[in-house]
């Protein structure tokens, strides 16, 4: 591993151009607006919350229902910055309920490409690989119907799953 001053200098050397604080400037005012766009378009089937800027890796939100809500779990929308792409994560509350659920998930379509469970999450699933920035009210769309789909299709899992 190298010394924290080349990981310093390689910073200041990036932070000088200028561009890293445009395009994380522009990502995280745009998933905010995602946000605001989805808590608007599909409040009949989740509420949404805050918006968390991560650390230059991951920008998301999460959303929820009352069913989801009675088995203390949540689904996060993610910006995941190194792979650059939109990705539906689903959360339990605690770690014996992230255990419960990934026992039963592990074996599902949402997880057949992994051996073990994600670091954060239950499982997580791609809904935009390669989001164009240049048409943000079609990606917005894309986003919100992707969303929708694939949080319906879990929640249908988590049903079939007889899990409390």
Known sequence: MKELNYYVDAYKEQLKKGDIQE???ALVKYVTRLGTTLS?????????GSLFQGYMDYTYFYYSNDFLKT???KMGLVLNHSKMQFEVWLLGQTIPIQETYWQYFKT????AHRTTK???AILETVIIENPNFNDLEMLSKQIEDNLVLVSQEIILDIKRSNLN
């Not at 608007?40 to 949404?48: C, G, L």
């Not at 599902?108 to 997880?111: A, D, V």
């Open 118 to 120: 994600p670091q954060y």
């Open 71 to 73: 088995r203390k779990l």
């Open 108 to 111: 599902t379509k949402w997880n």
């Open 23 to 25: 395009a994380y400037t």
């Open 40 to 48: 608007k378009n599909v409040s009949e089937s989740y509420s949404f």
